[in-house]
């Protein structure tokens, strides 16, 4: 591992530890800010010293308990400030569109550590709008989610579901889901079957216009978990560490899925577009692969929450049911009942918008928060009170991470529409150089 290597590695899981993260698990539930660590290199001290352990176990700076002894002596080993400036300066020193994802990324990584020093009193609070540009390269702004509700209603209607009965569009919306809800006991057989279908569909219109390389590389190597009481509603934990016998990765992943979760045949659709082919899974198999045959740097291999790229990732994974059917707008899809879902799905995304921008841009109440999204956004009551709470609340994503799904999302979809399909997916795949939300304008140019 070069000099850039360890300034990425010590900076990611250091800012994934301060917060709790823990990289080596295999499961969402003990996994945070550093998405994947793919990479045979040897795992760096920020993860390693003895402090480090203790500090995760105490569920870092974010923990109702903080474990400040842990928290000092971990910052006392190991100099987080250092790693993150130099990544800057590499960046810097590299120039181009790399150099420039480079300190995109420590912007990312700067603002991070200011949160943790705010939630531990050893900074000044951190600015929401700081955060959103940040992660997004944009301003903060609320999500408009009426074009999307008028068309749920006009699709529902048609369907046969009455908008002015008992509980209004709400209503006719929980009947909708409830006549197609997902039974989770069967959810491991519905998944690959789901994932067959969606794996085949990149075949025919993905990879035609992606490098031959890429070719063998597994698009949906995963197993899909139910997990109960979870905090989220699904976690897609990237491993990528299994090898075969000749040395080369397997590209493995598991999708954690909550039991409780309300949702219909069609949102469960798209939410497997998203999560594993070719949304999630895909792009990180490919990056991964991109490492492997040194077409990409090392930082491909430690992908992290809360950055520029994250919300790039976030804007493939919402486009992606569109990609896998060679359309670009959801009026193009093949079924009018698929088209709700992904609707239903992408009004979620902008609830989470809705509810960072609510909580810290207007500081409103949590049960305010949650009545707005429920109503305007058409989210199940669950939902409703997990962005509202757990997601919402949480000083770090709430801040800088939930308004990176409808950035990326609009963005991914503005760019497929601007290019030839031969030049925008390989571009958001990686294949001309690890991009992020902000530099693939600049790859696009090249």
Same mark, same amino acid.
């Given at each position: 591992m070069d000099g850039l290597g360890k300034f990425v590695a010590d900076a990611v899981?250091?800012?994934?530890?301060?917060?709790?993260?823990?990289?080596?698990?295999?499961?969402?539930?003990?996994?945070?800010?550093?998405?994947?660590?793919?990479?045979?290199?040897?795992?760096?001290?920020?993860?390693?010293?003895?402090?480090?352990?203790?500090?995760?176990?105490?569920?870092?700076?974010?923990?109702?308990?903080?474990?400040?002894?842990?928290?000092?002596?971990?910052?006392?080993?190991?100099?987080?400030?250092?790693?993150?400036?130099?990544?800057?300066?590499?960046?810097?020193?590299?120039?181009?569109?790399?150099?420039?994802?480079?300190?995109?990324?420590?912007?990312?990584?700067?603002?991070?550590?200011?949160?943790?020093?705010?939630?531990?009193?050893?900074?000044?609070?951190?600015?929401? *709008?700081?955060?959103?540009?940040?992660?997004?390269?944009?301003?903060?702004?609320?999500?408009?989610?009426?074009?999307?509700?008028?068309?749920?209603?006009?699709?529902?209607?048609?369907?046969?579901?009455?908008i002015t009965g008992t509980?209004?569009?709400?209503?006719?919306?929980?009947?909708?889901?409830?006549?197609?809800?997902?039974?989770?006991?069967?959810?491991?057989?519905?998944?690959?079957?789901?994932?067959?279908?969606?794996?085949?569909?990149?075949?025919?219109?993905?990879?035609?216009?992606?490098?031959? *390389?890429?070719?063998?590389v597994p698009r949906a190597n995963i197993e899909f978990l139910p997990i109960r009481d979870a905090w989220f509603s699904g976690s897609m934990n990237y491993l990528g560490r299994a090898r075969k016998t000749d040395g080369m990765p397997r590209y493995e992943a598991t999708y954690e899925i909550n039991a409780s979760l309300q949702i219909s045949m069609p949102e469960f659709e798209q939410l497997v577009s998203h999560e594993v082919v070719p949304g999630h899974v895909t792009t990180f198999a490919y990056l991964q692969d991109l490492y492997v045959r040194g077409e990409a740097g090392f930082e491909a291999s430690v992908l992290t929450m809360n950055t520029r790229a994250a919300t790039l990732f976030e804007g493939i994974a919402n486009n992606a049911i569109l990609i896998a059917h060679g359309v670009t707008e959801i009026e193009q899809l093949p079924d009018e009942d698929l088209q709700i879902g992904v609707l239903l799905a992408l009004l979620q995304d902008d609830a989470k918008n809705q509810s960072s921008y609510l909580t810290w841009g207007e500081k409103v109440p949590r049960e305010k928060v949650?009545?707005?999204?429920?109503?305007?956004?058409?989210?199940?009551?669950?939902?409703?009170?997990?962005?509202?709470?757990?997601?919402g609340q949480h000083p770090l994503l709430g801040r800088m991470y939930l308004p990176a799904y409808r950035v990326g999302t609009e963005r991914v979809a503005q760019l497929r529409r601007s290019y030839p399909s031969e030049r925008i997916l390989p571009a958001i795949y990686g294949c001309f150089g690890l991009a992020d939300i902000v530099t693939i304008d600049k790859i696009l140019e090249k």
């Open positions: 899981l250091g800012i994934d530890t301060l917060w709790g993260g823990d990289v080596m698990c295999a499961s969402g539930t003990g996994r945070f800010i550093a998405d994947s660590w793919f990479s045979d290199e040897p795992l760096p001290a920020a993860y390693t010293v003895a402090a480090a352990a203790r500090v995760r176990e105490s569920g870092g700076v974010a923990s109702k308990n903080v474990d400040h002894a842990a928290v000092n002596e971990y910052l006392d080993r190991v100099d987080l400030q250092e790693a993150i400036a130099g990544i800057h300066e590499e960046g810097h020193e590299i120039g181009g569109t790399r150099g420039e994802y480079l300190k995109g990324l420590s912007v990312c990584l700067e603002t991070m550590w200011d949160l943790a020093m705010e939630q531990i009193g050893k900074g000044s609070a951190v600015a929401y *709008e700081r955060c959103v540009e940040s992660s997004t390269g944009r301003a903060p702004e609320k999500s408009n989610p009426e074009a999307k509700r008028e068309r749920v209603e006009e699709l529902l209607s048609r369907a046969g579901y009455a509980g209004g569009l709400h209503g006719a919306v929980d009947a909708w889901r409830r006549e197609r809800v997902v039974p989770m006991a069967s959810v491991r057989t519905l998944g690959a079957e789901v994932i067959a279908r969606f794996d085949q569909l990149s075949a025919e219109n993905l990879m035609p216009y992606l490098p031959a *390389e890429l070719l063998p949650a009545a707005t999204l429920r109503r305007d956004f058409l989210v199940t009551e669950e939902r409703a009170d997990k962005l509202s709470g757990a997601w």
